[in-house]
């Protein structure tokens, strides 16, 4: 589909079961950008033949996919999304509208778990991600879920770095650090099909712990060493 309004990057690796009915579930308008992470499942062709644009990402981990798929996009608005049928794409005109409107410049999906959705481990680990969070920026965030939406230039602006779990956090903190408006949206967040690659895995696990807390180390430093660029460009104190 050409014109879209909106480019979803979708990070995939060895999503097969899941991918049909994320891709049913694109809304009129929107682009799926399935970024292939090295999939042996067949994930990329099928993703193909199901009308998505399919990029395929060499480079291991969530973020080098998710930023993959960021620099293949090419409508004005873009939205992060799982390809493992956690998140239901239908819930993403929800997420866009706040940007689109211009009340917000990065808006996150708030997980709100169904039963067998989140193990208990991780929802933890998150909930004290969360807090940690809202100590250092003061962002009235809950939950830093994949499923987010803002304007395609503004995140390039980012200059986003990491390429494995923190990628994410990453975007948060240096949209904070620049003064972006920053909402949260409560979506639906589902049993996922197949093997967790992070939270599932002790490696994934480990994983995800360094990345963050290198995200959180330098934040923590660019907040001590003084102004930061708000979204207009102009300085302010951090």
Known sequence: MTGAVVDVVLPCLNERGALPW???RMPEGYRAIVVDNGSMDGSAELAASLGAVVVAEERRGFGAAAHAGLLAAAAEFVAFCDCDGSLDPAQLPMLLAPVMDGSADLVLGSRRPQRG???????????????????????????????????RLDLLSLGLADRRS??????????????????????????????SKVTGTIRGTLTAVLDMSAQLRAATAALRSGPVRNAAGTEESA
Do not use: C
Request: glycine content about 8%; overall charge positive.
């Open 22 to 24: 994320v891709l049913s």
């Open 117 to 151: 959705s989140w193990p208990l481990h991780a929802r933890m680990a998150n909930g004290v991600l969360a807090w940690r969070l809202r100590r250092l920026t003061g962002e009235r965030v809950t939950d830093l879920g994949p499923m987010r939406a803002a304007r």
């Open 166 to 195: 923190g990628y994410p956090l990453e975007m948060f903190l240096k949209a904070s650090l620049r003064g972006w408006r920053i909402t949260e949206i409560s979506v639906p967040y589902a049993p996922r099909t197949g093997q």
